[in-house]
Every structure is written in C-alpha cells, then in structure tokens.
C-alpha cells in the first residue's frame, strides 16, 4: 500500500466517529424524555409523512417539539395547535410518551391502546451522517492535493518569488545578469 492510499485511510477511518456522533445526536440518542403529547402543529405540505408533535413535561411550561410518522399521529387524535401553546391543565386522555437517555427509540403510551415503540433513526439522520463524512473527506483532499477529488499533489505548489531549486526567481521587470557586478567608479586622483 503506497503511503498516499495508507494517508488516506488513515484519514478516513480516524475521522469516522464524528460523523457517527453527529448521526446519534440527530437521531435523539443523548436525549430523555417522560412527559405528555398535548397537541400536534400544522403541517407544511398538503400529504406530510411527519408531524411535529408538542410533548410537556411535568413542571415544563415551554414544552419541546418532536417529529413523529404522520400514521402514528393520526390514530392518536391529538389537537391541533397553530401556535405552540403549552395548556395549563393537560387532558389525562392525552398520550404519554417516555425516552430513555442513550437509547435508540421511544415509547408512546395511547391511554385507550397497547404501548408502541419507535426508532429515533431515520434515513433523513443516516444521510446527514454520510453527507458530512463525504464532505469531511473532500476537505481532505482539499487540503491536501488542491482539489475534492485527488488524493494526492498533482504539481509543486511554491509559494510566490520562489523558483524549484529555492532561489528567489527574478522578477518580471528584470534582465538576468551573468557574471559580477560591475564595479563602481572611482573617485580620486588616477594614476600619474
């Protein structure tokens, strides 16, 4: 394995943690929750897969917002709400929901249904994940070889006034002299 390729590798896979930490913490792993789903907020698009559903805690008068599958929502018969208001006194009809730290998936607890558990993940998650290790590589390569694409130098990049051999190039403007310089004249009294 040239030592181009071992860089390169050595790069990729030392690198790879910050792109699976950035899929766990879109993906809710370092997130708790044990409150109540009060209301869902309108959605954006005429057929939405998702809505955003707003979950209280107990003692929480702000609340916080989670994505869940539009399915799921809709059998759950949540109000809506077009302004994200927390109510003061929360229906006990309503849908508890609870999410370990450090899991992968939550659980909502239907007042008149079985428990039902969900993964946190999602493939909007995981491509975000690979969008950033793709571009973490290409800032490698950036670096590195100038350009997203190589892997290596493709030509000897000198800093300007520089010449290959580490003499400083002459400018533009000047004539390259041979030999020394001329010497100056004279001043005196010259030979009698």
């Not at 409150?35 to 309108?42: E, R």
């Not at 709400?81 to 239907?110: N, W």
């Not at 800032?139 to 030509?155: D, H, K, L």
């Not at 400083?168 to 009698?192: I, L, Q």
């Amino acid at each position: 394995m040239s030592g181009t390729i071992r860089a390169l590798v050595v790069f990729a896979v030392g690198f790879l943690p910050i792109p699976v930490l950035v899929f766990l913490f879109v993906s809710d792993f370092f997130a708790g929750w044990a409150g109540t789903a009060v209301s869902v907020l309108p959605a954006t698009s005429d057929d939405p897969r998702s809505f955003e559903v707003l979950i209280v805690q107990p003692g929480d008068d702000e609340g916080f917002t989670r994505r869940w599958p539009a399915d799921v929502v809709k059998r759950l018969d949540l109000p809506n709400d077009e302004f994200r208001i927390v109510p003061r006194d929360i229906d006990e009809a309503l849908p508890g929901t609870r999410k370990r730290r450090y899991t992968l998936s939550y659980t909502i607890e239907p007042s008149d249904g079985s428990p039902l558990t969900l993964p946190t993940t999602s493939p909007t998650a995981f491509g975000f994940a690979v969008l950033f290790y793709v571009l973490g590589l290409f800032g490698r390569n950036m670096i590195v070889a100038g350009s997203p694409f190589a892997i290596e130098p493709t030509g000897i990049f000198l800093p300007r006034g520089q010449s290959p051999s580490g003499q400083v190039a002459p400018s533009r403007g000047s004539r390259p002299r041979k030999g020394p310089p001329p010497g100056g004249r004279r001043r005196g009294r010259g030979r009698r």
